[in-house]
């Protein structure tokens, strides 16, 4: 599979996954419409998000607000929004039942604390805070609120995954031994980050280089497929400079808690990632491998790991979907919750200190 289907893959096809939801719920047959506000629009997945809005008639895009405000009026004209310099307007304003976050990482913390005071079901783009304390400051603070949030980890939503943990609840892999993954794409090489996405290549404003970007989406699937991981180590530096300091690939060595040996590999400076998963058990083994499944397990008669494994679940509409059908009041969307936010957060502040201090860390 082409590495810049990663990003710009899920940039060009978050909004038509809103079409191929098989049927409306309640709420948008009732013809209500679900006011939101977008708070900071500069992340990498802004538009593709904007495109997932547009193309659903039971949203209003009422405010867009960002500490840049070329930025926000470019965005308030593509949505037909409604400008706003004081975010006291959005906070206060009680048709907005729901916020889109989609600022600089490390401006997270004063905007999610404001919204849960505000009572505001909030979208949050990943990574939720740059250091595992203030994430668990935010978590809190969302949960005392008892607003809806969810983050934007689309990797749950893939059949292949849904279909892997499933298997492993059903024990279909034994004894799982070990696992990898990898995310890696070219954006370094491509030249991504000059521009507009500038900062996400600036730790001090993004919190991680490559390694976190990429990294946090297959460390949330691991975590979703295996559970808490206790200890970690890892090497992250940059390659071709281009970003200054900033890392741009990386590979992880965790520790499960339940005795699994986990890596992970992440990076902007990849021409291709062919293996992107591989699960190894003492009855079952699974990798996906240009974008296929291949599967065996003991259990399963006619699983045979040499030829792609097709019987796989539907595909669930992307996290911002879900997040949208939730504030609609739809039932039993599978929202991340704001504790395993944190717990990769967690993790990935622990990998950066391991890779800087060439030592085992627990996880805290």
Known sequence: MNSNLNRRGFIKTTGAAALATATLPVWAQSGSKINVALVGVAHIHTPGYIDLLKKRSDVHVKYVWDHQADRAEQRA????????????VIWSDPE????IILAETNLHPELVLAAAKAGKNMFVEKPLGIT???????ASAIEKAGVLFTTG????TDPKHI???????????????????????NGSLGGWFDHEYRWMADPKIAGVGAFGDLGTHKLDILMWLLGDIDSVTGEIHPVTHRYGDCDETGEALLQFKNGVIGTLAAGWVDIEDPVQLLISGTEGHAMILNG?????SQKIADSDSRKPWTSLPPSPPPPLEQFLNAVGGAKNEPLVKPGEAVARVAVMQAIYE???????????
């Open 292 to 296: 296929q499944l291949f599967y065996r």
């Open 163 to 185: 279909f892997l943990k499933d298997e492993i609840a059903r024990g279909n892999f034994g004894i799982i031994t070990r696992a990898r993954a990898s995310n890696c794409h």
């Open 153 to 156: 980890y689309f990797s749950r």
């Open 132 to 138: 595992a304390k203030e994430s668990r400051e935010m």
């Open 96 to 99: 907005i039942s729901a916020v």
């Open 77 to 88: 004209r593509d949505t037909g929004a409604q400008t706003v310099s004081d975010l006291k």
């Open 354 to 364: 391991g890779a800087r201090e060439h030592k085992w860390v627990k996880v805290t």
